[in-house]
């Protein structure tokens, strides 16, 4: 019989062939549109992880987008890893920005072009694979239960209900994502934080119908105008957020952990040329990989009002909406924030407009433990990959179901991923490195092999 490693070189490229069909499925949770789109995508997750092995596959509905659940247990003595991952993508838009299309996946100097190849159907697909391996050569050292959703872009809004309903079909010793970044391809490294999240939706509204603006403009409020000054305000000249009683949670890190976290080599000479700007911004105090994972933001992350369309139109708007999120650390509740921020947001509004403030989703920040078996085991797992000791960081991003299910399961998760923060997760032209997915499959079976080991 083959090995590990002899089957996942033998089936290197049928892998990438099959997750290119999966990116060609276009996902997208947050538009209805897609809703038949991301339907199939499931079926062909559940359709992949039975080819792969897994027992008791089964594409569950909630009342939003699938689930899809499959297990394989091998021995109820030895320990159980519940792998989670999401095959729900982001909107491709702008669509102008992107060099292929986004759903035509594309292999250009050992990348894959293609809106969700690192986030997350490559990161993943990666686990199917690696069970796959593990399972056709007889060398399964753990069980393996994995749930992979299609909420995740959208807050993972039926995932918690799925979760509480299903405590003993989930039961495990710990919870394995690949949906996070390494340092380099040189440089591995395991995330042993995400920050939380509070994302909302704000509208101004000044009169109630567009108006014209030479003849109403300078008596009427523009809630353009208006909208923009708010939003101006709540960063002060510090950068720091200005809404009171935003810090007063906020876990301060000490100094030695603060330079422990500084031994992540950082070039920021080559950060600012691969993100195209002349100067980086943020709160004062802290070093930007401070200001990118220990600390909290808000940000606008869409906004719109009057006329965009093409040529002039001299319009005075009635509305103006802007997106906004706030990225949360340590011991910040998403609920009190987001009450905090509605409160402020509707008190400094003018008398000459009405506001409305409506919450989308949020979750918690997390941190992971690196003194467990499981960490070992995913160090001594990638060391034997890379040919050296992962560097432990925090992430700036969030992955909500990390602390539901550390409240709900009681489980730590361990954040074993392969991507890079220059994927363009979000963005035009998401890649991910064919390199990276195979390092995860050939990576994945080594955790699994140390973890019961250490488990013994």
């Known amino acids: 019989m083959a090995s590990v490693d002899e089957h996942i070189e033998a089936g290197k490229e049928r892998f990438l062939s099959e997750l290119l069909d999966l990116l060609r499925i276009p996902s997208v949770s947050a538009d209805p549109k897609y809703k038949a789109d991301v339907a199939r995508c499931a079926e062909a997750v559940g359709q992949r992880m039975r080819e792969a092995g897994l027992d008791n596959v089964e594409v569950c509905p909630t009342a939003g987008h699938p689930i899809v659940y499959g297990e394989k247990l091998v021995d109820p003595a030895k320990p159980t890893v519940l792998v989670y991952g999401h095959y729900d993508v982001q909107p491709p838009d702008p669509l102008e ?12 100097d050992g990348l894959i072009y293609a809106r969700g190849s690192a986030d997350d159907k490559g990161q993943f697909y990666m686990h199917v694979k690696a069970v ?6 007889g060398n399964l050292p753990c069980n393996v239960k994995m ?6 872009e959208v807050g993972s809004t039926n995932l918690g209900a799925f979760v509480r309903a299903n405590r003993q079909r989930l039961a495990a010793d710990v919870v394995l994502i690949s949906d996070t970044a390494m340092i380099a391809n040189d440089v591995p490294s395991i995330n042993t ?24 403009g300078g008596a009427v409020a523009n809630p353009v105008n208006v909208l923009c000054r708010l939003i101006a305000s709540l960063h002060d000249a510090d950068g720091r957020i200005a809404i009171p009683g935003f810090y007063a949670a906020v876990r301060e890190l000490s100094t030695a952990e603060r330079a422990a976290l500084a031994e992540a080599p950082f070039d920021e000479a080559a950060y600012m040329k691969d993100l195209g700007v002349k100067a980086l911004a943020g709160e004062k105090g802290y070093t930007a990989p401070e200001r990118a994972s220990i600390r909290p933001t808000l940000d606008v992350n869409g906004i719109w009002g009057g006329y965009i369309g093409e040529g002039a ?6 509305k103006a909406s802007a997106k906004i999120s706030m990225r949360l650390v340590p011991d910040q509740k998403s609920d009190a924030i987001t009450q905090l921020f509605v409160d402020h947001f509707k008190k400094i509004a003018p008398p000459y407009v009405s506001v409305k403030v409506m919450p989308h989703h949020g979750g918690e920040a997390a941190v992971t433990p690196t003194d467990s078996a ?7 797992a990638m060391g034997e990959t890379f040919g050296r000791k992962p560097i432990p960081t925090r992430g700036g991003g969030s992955i909500p179901i990390v602390a539901l299910f550390e409240k709900v399961l009681g489980l730590k998760t361990i954040l074993f991923g392969f991507g890079l923060d ?9 890649h991910y490195g064919v390199f990276n997915y195979m390092a995860g499959i050939r990576t994945i079976p080594k955790f699994f092999r140390h973890y019961a080991e250490l488990c013994k």
């Not at 749930?147 to 995740?152: A, H, N, R, S, T």
């Not at 934080?193 to 109403?216: A, F, I, K, Q």
């Not at 139109?313 to 009635?318: A, D, E, G, I, Y």
């Open 147 to 152: 749930m992979i959703e299609g909420e995740e």
């Open 97 to 108: 920005l992107w060099d292929s299309p986004p759903f035509d996946p594309v292999v250009k």
């Open 313 to 318: 139109k001299t319009v005075l708007p009635s």
């Open 374 to 380: 499981a960490y070992r085991a995913a160090s001594k």
């Open 193 to 216: 934080g995400l920050r939380g999240l509070s994302y909302l939706e704000v509208e101004v509204t000044g009169p109630d119908r567009d108006l014209h603006s030479g003849v109403y």
């Open 132 to 137: 796959e391996a593990m399972v056709r050569t």
């Open 422 to 430: 220059s994927d363009n997760i979000h963005s035009p032209n998401e």
